[in-house]
């Protein structure tokens, strides 16, 4: 059975840094594309980042292009998202997910099969 299991965090001042992790298991990912979506309060879930595991092809929501990084770790079957210049407008819960058959690391969150139970990211101004 797959699980994913986000940790990293918390509250962190504006401008400041964060980095997510999401440990997965459960079965092979070697064809699988890794997403990090987020929800804030009264809004729906949007796309943050994503990345196919094989080859680590990303892709981004244009809102993080040039502050978030995500990245795996293949032996460990992490996979982070790091966060600077953090903003209070990405205030959320964080969610990752994995597409399974993920051939291209997609924003549609419809093609996700998995998804972890999220942690709060708190940026104050």
């Known amino acids: 059975q797959v699980q994913l299991v986000e940790s990293g965090g918390g509250l962190v001042q504006a401008g400041g840094s964060l980095r997510l992790s999401c440990a997965a298991s459960?079965?092979?990912?070697?064809?699988?594309?890794m997403g990090w979506f987020r929800q804030a309060p009264g809004k729906e879930r949007q796309f943050v980042a994503a990345?196919?595991?094989?080859?680590?092809?990303?892709t981004y929501a244009d809102s993080v292009k040039g502050r978030f990084t995500i990245s795996r770790d293949n032996a460990k079957n992490i996979v982070y998202l790091q966060m600077n210049s953090l903003k209070p407008e990405d205030t959320a819960v964080y969610y990752c997910a994995v597409d399974i058959n993920g051939i291209y690391p997609s924003g549609v969150e419809r093609k996700y099969d998995y998804w972890g139970q999220g942690t709060q990211v708190t940026v104050s101004s």
């Open positions: 459960g079965r092979s990912f070697s064809t699988a594309a």
């Open positions: 990345i196919r595991w094989s080859g680590g092809i990303t």
